[in-house]
T-cell receptor, first 112, second 115 residues
C-alpha cells in the first residue's frame, strides 16, 4: 500500500519558469516531509524539508508547501534551470519512528 | 552534510550465491540505518530498519531470511542477499539519519545483477 503518492510521473517545464511538483500522503501519523532529487544509479540527494508545525519552508529557489488538512505537499522550483532535470521524490516520516516512506517519483525535464 | 558510503556500487553474482552489501556512516554514529530497494522507474521501497545491537525490523512482505541485516557497530550495517535469484536484481540503497526530524543521508546505492 503506497502511503505517499506522486500522481504525475513526469513534468516538462521551460527554463526560467516555475516547476510545481505535487505529493499526497494518506498516513496522518506523518509529521516530517522531505524532497529528494535523484539521478539514475545514484543515491538520492536531499533538497528541502518541512515539519508539520509549518506550512511553508523556503531555501533559495526551492519552496515546499504543506497542507496538512489535505494531506498534500508541493515543491516549487523557481526559476527552473536545465540542471534541475532529474527525478524528484517526496518522502514522509511518521512521528512514531525514524524511517522514511517515498513517493513514486516525478521526472522533471527543464527545457532550455 | 554527513556522508554515508555504500559498497560495492555494482555486483554481478550467480544464481544461488549470496551477496553482502556494506553501508557505513563515515563521519557520524548511526544507531539506526535503513535499507531501500528500487526497481527500474519505481519508487524507493523501504525494506527494513537496521538497529545497532539488535534485530532489524522488516517491512511487511520482505523476507527476513532472504535479506539478512546486521548492524554490528554504530557506523556499519550490512545487507546480505542470500541464495540470490534473478528477481532479486535491483538497486539497493542504504540511509542513515543523524537525529529525529532531520534529513536522511543516502549511500551511493548498489546495483545487483543476478545471472
Amino acid at each position: 500500500d503506497q502511503q505517499v503518492k506522486q500522481n504525475s510521473p513526469s513534468l516538462s517545464v521551460q527554463e526560467g519558469r516555475i516547476s510545481i511538483l505535487n505529493c499526497d500522503y494518506t498516513n496522518s501519523m506523518f509529521d516530517y516531509f522531505l524532497w529528494y532529487k535523484k539521478y539514475p544509479a545514484e543515491g538520492p540527494t536531499f533538497l528541502i524539508s518541512i515539519s508539520s508545525i509549518k506550512d511553508k519552508n523556503e531555501d533559495g529557489r526551492f519552496t515546499v508547501f504543506l497542507n496538512k488538512s489535505a494531506k498534500h505537499l508541493s515543491l516549487h522550483i523557481v526559476p527552473s534551470q536545465p540542471g534541475d532535470s532529474a527525478v524528484y521524490f517526496c518522502a514522509a516520516s511518521p512521528n512514531t519512528g525514524n524511517q522514511f516512506y517515498f513517493g513514486t517519483g516525478t521526472s522533471l525535464t527543464v527545457i532550455p | 552534510g554527513a556522508v554515508v558510503s555504500q559498497h560495492p556500487s555494482r555486483v554481478i553474482c550467480k544464481s544461488g550465491t549470496s551477496v553482502k552489501i556494506e553501508c557505513r556512516s563515515l563521519d557520524f554514529q548511526a544507531t539506526t540505518m535503513f535499507w531501500y530497494r528500487q526497481f527500474p522507474k519505481q519508487s524507493l521501497m523501504l525494506m527494513a530498519t537496521s538497529n545497532e545491537g539488535s534485530k532489524a525490523t522488516y517491512e511487511q512482505g520482505v523476507e527476513k531470511d532472504k535479506f539478512l541485516i546486521n548492524h554490528a557497530s554504530l557506523t556499519l550495517s550490512t545487507l546480505t542477499v542470500t541464495s540470490a535469484h534473478p528477481e532479486d536484481s535491483s538497486f539497493y540503497i542504504c540511509s542513515a539519519r543523524l537525529q529525529f526530524n532531520t534529513e536522511a543521508f543516502f549511500g551511493q546505492g548498489t546495483r545487483l545483477t543476478v545471472v
